[in-house]
């Protein structure tokens, strides 16, 4: 079972997916990621908005046919 993990655990570098969530959305396609002048991870969204969330977990396994 996957859980929602703090957001300095999640998986580093170009092109790795995963749900996140900022206390307020989820969001699941990511293309990069940097520091914020603090330290705190920013991703990047698939049309270059940046922005902070607090946690992550992996997607899920895609339904069997």
Known sequence: MNKWQPIETAPRG??????AWDGEFMHTTW?????????TPVYV?????????????PLPEPPEN
């Not at 170009?14 to 749900?19: A, G, I, R, S």
């Not at 293309?31 to 330290?39: C, F």
Request: charged letters at 20%; hydrophobic letters at 30%.
């Open 14 to 19: 170009d092109d790795n997916e995963f749900l």
């Open 31 to 39: 293309e990069g990621w940097t520091n914020s002048q603090n330290g």
């Open 45 to 57: 969204h698939s049309d270059w908005i940046s922005w902070e969330p607090t946690h992550w977990m």
